[in-house]
């Protein structure tokens, strides 16, 4: 069951949070099957910007959607993320070409940045936006500071976090067939934080090496412990000489779970963007248009009829034809 965890070390200004995809992630990709579905070097970093995703929404808790994206010219010329509020997510990418084997979370630069000029953005998109209100985008490239190319997720996203948020983080992701998960620590500013114990800013070179050294903890953790170990066992391998304090963790109807947005009504607005000409010559030349979610595999087939009734103002249509929408 998918699982997420937060929790906080005593005195210091650490937190951390761990989420384990399993049922989410794994109806997620058993909906792309009917496409043929992921190769492996592919499924992982998905499942990865899944995990990676989880943890930025719940981090922040905005209220809206947060969509993570990379792309370039690589096999992999899209992948997207995107998570909601409630932590409801859905993932899809866009293959070209031969997919090369890659060792697990190291393949970033073959499989999206062949030609250097791959990007990671990170759009936070409102769900009651203000008149005039725009999405806020971040966007970072796939290189680090000398410009060599990132092969981690989890380095772009670090480094995505620094220049942001201004807080150190450290994240560690995996995935496989069965399981996305993922681990962030992250420092918290030192000033208004209740588990610090009035630790004021004079303190911060203690402090900052208590997030060094959970941070350096943090990093011995192996793809295998992250994507198979219970939490309690994966926490007290880690940290058990920190003082940790544990929170309820979110299960059930509260954890994260695979939810795709896509509807016919959602179809229908999106032909209507295209125009009734348009619409009408693919009718004309195949019998009906049929649009195909890259997120869950749902398939919408519009024929003559529905396509009469999508660009008919609800006001012209008959009242049975009202009555079914």
Not at 66 to 87: I, K, S, Y
Not at 96 to 104: M, R, T
Not at 196 to 211: C, M
Not at 295 to 321: H, K, L, N, W
Request: hydrophobic share 40%.
């Amino acid at each position: 069951m998918s699982e997420l965890h937060k929790f906080i070390f005593e005195g210091l200004p650490v937190r951390g949070m761990l989420v384990r995809l399993t049922d989410a992630w794994t109806e997620l990709l058993e909906r792309r099957e009917s496409a043929g579905g992921y190769p492996g070097p592919v499924r992982d970093l998905l499942g990865e910007m899944a995990a990676a995703g989880v943890l930025m929404q719940a981090n922040i808790k905005f209220d809206g959607a947060l969509v993570l994206q990379v792309h370039g010219d690589g096999p992999v010329r899209l992948a997207v993320c995107e998570v909601q509020p409630d932590l409801a997510l859905r993932a899809t990418a866009t293959v070209a070409g031969e997919v090369p084997a890659v060792d697990p979370g190291q393949g970033l630069e073959a499989l999206v940045n062949v030609g250097g000029r791959g990007r990671c953005a990170i759009t936070l998109d409102p769900k009651e936006r203000l008149p005039g209100q725009q999405p806020y985008q971040g966007v970072v490239p796939l290189h680090g500071d000398r410009r060599e190319p990132l092969q981690q997720l989890s380095q772009v996203l670090e480094h995505y976090m620094l220049q942001s948020e201004q807080l150190d983080t450290k994240l560690v992701l995996a995935a496989d067939g069965r399981a996305a998960a993922g681990l962030l620590i992250q420092r918290l500013p030192v000033e208004g934080e209740g588990n610090l114990g009035g630790a004021r800013n004079e303190d911060d070179i203690g402090l900052s090496e208590g997030y060094n050294r959970i941070a350096m903890l943090a990093a011995t953790l192996t793809r295998e412990e992250l994507l198979t170990l219970s939490p309690e066992r994966l926490l007290h391998r880690l940290f058990w000489e920190e003082d940790v304090r544990r929170f309820e963790p979110l299960r059930g109807e509260r954890a994260p779970r695979f939810a795709c947005r896509c509807s016919r009504g959602r179809v229908a607005g999106m032909l209507q963007s295209l125009g009734r000409e348009e619409i009408d010559g693919l009718i004309a030349e195949r019998g009906a248009a049929e649009v195909g979610c890259e997120f869950c595999g749902a398939q919408y087939r519009f024929d003559a009829v529905d396509v009469g009734e999508v660009f008919t103002a609800p006001r012209d249509q008959p009242p049975a034809s009202r009555a079914m929408q």
